[in-house]
């Protein structure tokens, strides 16, 4: 999601700086940054912090909502929201509970969860065999 997003902004940004006549070095100048870094933003290569959207927003023109795409009445194409899949939520749980124990009993567990995959033939048996018990 984070890469679309990117994208998204720097594909508005450029097209708001093209209608308005400007440079990137223009732009880059007006927000007090290098030409190189507001390149990057219109590449979708970063991100801009929340300040600097402000800021791009003022030089061009353009309300924070339209920047980044939620001025229509249907979520931008960067936005999907993920619903959380009982795999997920299981992986969740296990996880909290594998925190919860002490050093060796997590090592056990690692040596049974192993030997599951082996004896099942999992997709990770392979992988498996090769961990040791530290978890490396």
Not at 65 to 72: E, I, K, P, T, V
Request: aromatic share 4%; glycine share 10%; hydrophobic share 45%.
């Amino acid at each position: 999601m984070d890469a679309i997003a990117k994208r998204f902004l720097g594909k508005t940004a450029r097209a708001a700086r093209l209608r308005l006549g400007l440079t990137q070095a223009q732009v880059a100048q007006r927000l007090d940054m290098a030409v190189g870094v507001y390149g990057r933003i219109e590449r979708g290569g970063m991100m801009p912090s929340i300040p600097t959207v402000l800021r791009l927003c003022r030089v061009l023109k353009l309300d924070a909502n339209a920047l980044l795409g939620f001025s229509s009445p249907t979520p931008p194409p960067w936005f999907a929201p993920q619903r959380p899949t009982v795999e997920r939520a299981a992986v969740r749980d296990l996880l909290r509970i594998a925190r919860r124990l002490g050093p060796r009993q997590r090592a056990a567990l690692g040596g049974m969860a192993r030997a599951m995959l082996l004896s099942e033939g999992g997709p990770d048996a392979g992988r498996a065999a090769t961990h040791t018990e530290s978890g490396e």
